[in-house]
């Protein structure tokens, strides 16, 4: 995917964020993904984390900006869903990415990836607190393929940078002999013959492949033979990566004890 799809996506997402919440949605709702948060600190986290991101690109930073206005989330849940507010915001990251282009230089936590990065990580956040959001009101969650696919892709590729061992060095637990997870889309087209249910699910395009046997975790797309594998719908699986949901009801072959310690070490979006 490119920089300007991450770009529109932005706003694409936004747009079905407020389109999807209910006229009377109730701001006072509990998020069950993010504990101890109201449907109105989550719309304000991400009205603010746009604005924020807004910000770095447009100044074209060099070094962290405060973000007091992602994390203070506290606010007045009383009144209707802040739809305008949060279109604004949307529209004003994707205008400063669209100004600013993809060559651009800019601070990221990674120190890489530039303006890209920040287009393809808000299309992502937007999209995964739309699907925290539709928790909190009890509305359905549907996710368009490739925005998925892409979603997991980053996921994939996010964790395994290794400046994560430094920043929390208790996820070297997750490395280890023997460990790997495969997670099998079954909903997605398959190139090759389609696994038996018993089998350990491969093929290019279906899954993705995590190896924790090494001194950092890496990842490919497809899968292979596994400790532990997880076949499922892809919007099952991305909301199992990114903790949305537990593997409870998820077919899992082979290790579920790893899958949870996998996942139980690896959280951001």
Same mark, same amino acid.
């Given at each position: ?81 802040? @739809?305008?507010?949060? /279109? !604004?915001?949307?529209? *004003? =990251?994707? $205008? ?6 993809? +060559? ?43 925005? @998925?696919?892409?979603? /997991? !892709?980053?996921?994939? *590729? =996010?964790? $395994? ?6 920043? +929390? ?101």
């Amino acid at each position: 995917m490119c920089f300007e799809h991450h770009r529109t996506w932005i706003v694409a997402q936004t747009e079905l964020l407020v389109s999807g919440l209910p006229a009377a949605a109730d701001l006072r709702a509990p998020v069950p993904s993010c504990p101890g948060w109201t449907l109105g600190a989550l719309l304000r986290h991400i009205g603010g984390g746009h604005r924020w991101a807004a910000e770095i690109v447009r100044t074209r930073a060099t070094g962290f900006l405060p973000d007091d206005i992602v994390r203070d989330v506290a606010g007045d849940d009383t009144g209707p869903v802040p @739809a305008g507010w949060l /279109l !604004d915001g949307a529209h *004003e =990251l994707a $205008a400063a990415l669209a100004d600013a282009g993809p +060559d651009e230089s800019v601070w990221t936590p990674f120190n890489e990836g530039g303006m890209p990065f920040w287009a393809r990580r808000f299309a992502h956040e937007t999209l995964m607190h739309r699907a925290d959001a539709t928790l909190a009101a009890a509305t359905p969650f549907e996710v368009a393929t490739d925005v @998925a696919v892409d979603a /997991l !892709d980053e996921w994939m *590729e =996010l964790d $395994a940078h290794p400046i994560h061992f430094d920043l +929390d060095p208790a996820k070297k637990a997750i490395l280890g002999p023997g460990r790997t997870v495969a997670l099998f889309a079954d909903d997605l087209p398959e190139e090759d013959e389609v696994p038996e249910e018993d089998a350990v699910p491969e093929g290019p395009g279906t899954g993705w492949f995590v190896d924790l046997t090494g001194d950092v975790n890496t990842w490919r797309r497809g899968a292979g033979p596994a400790a532990v594998a997880v076949r499922a719908p892809l919007r099952e699986l991305l909301l199992l990566v990114y903790r949305r949901r537990t593997p409870d009801g998820l077919p899992v072959t082979g290790d579920e004890a790893l899958l949870r310690h996998w996942l139980g070490h690896v959280a951001f979006g």
